[in-house]
């Protein structure tokens, strides 16, 4: 469950040791986050976004996950599943475009580059 995956992230992150730190942090009892872990109740979205964001989590991916957790159809869950790794993909893409592009305009080999694809031209 994902619940258990941000609960615990969020513990970590503000070096928690038990559930009913986060509970004070959520303004919720200590048995909601128990029913919560258990699968008897679900994480709000804000919730999720307030944990998301205090333990370092993309809240996208948060709120992705907290809504899988909601469904009982194997199939949709499925579906929720595959647009959350979509959009992971898409990070990395995002990422490695741009680590791409500040390592050219930091090397002086793009110098290079520009009058090798000049005389490759003519």
Same mark, same amino acid.
């Given at each position: 469950? /994902?619940?258990?995956?941000?609960? #615990?992230?969020?513990?970590?992150?503000?070096?928690?040791?038990?559930?009913?730190?986060?509970? *004070?942090?959520?303004?919720?009892?200590?048995? !909601?986050?128990?029913?919560? !872990?258990?699968?008897?109740?679900?994480?709000?979205?804000?919730?999720?976004?307030? $944990?998301?964001?205090?333990? =370092?989590? #993309?809240?996208?991916?948060?709120?992705? +996950?907290? %809504?899988?957790? !909601?469904?009982? =159809?194997?199939?949709?869950?499925?579906?929720? *599943?595959?647009? *959350?790794?979509? $959009?992971? +993909?898409?990070? /990395?893409?995002?990422?490695?475009? +741009?680590?791409?592009?500040?390592?050219?305009?930091?090397?002086?080999?793009?110098?290079?580059? %520009?009058?090798?694809?000049?005389?490759?031209?003519?």
């Amino acid at each position: 469950m /994902y619940a258990n995956y941000l609960l #615990d992230s969020y513990k970590k992150a503000q070096n928690y040791v038990q559930d009913k730190q986060i509970a *004070a942090d959520l303004k919720v009892t200590q048995s !909601r986050i128990c029913e919560m !872990r258990q699968g008897k109740r679900y994480i709000s979205d804000k919730e999720a976004v307030f $944990l998301a964001e205090n333990a =370092n989590i #993309d809240p996208k991916e948060a709120l992705l +996950g907290v %809504h899988a957790d !909601r469904q009982d =159809n194997p199939k949709i869950k499925q579906m929720w *599943a595959d647009i *959350a790794k979509k $959009l992971k +993909g898409q990070n /990395y893409q995002l990422y490695s475009i +741009g680590l791409t592009a500040f390592a050219f305009s930091i090397f002086p080999i793009n110098d290079v580059l %520009h009058e090798c694809a000049l005389c490759t031209l003519c």
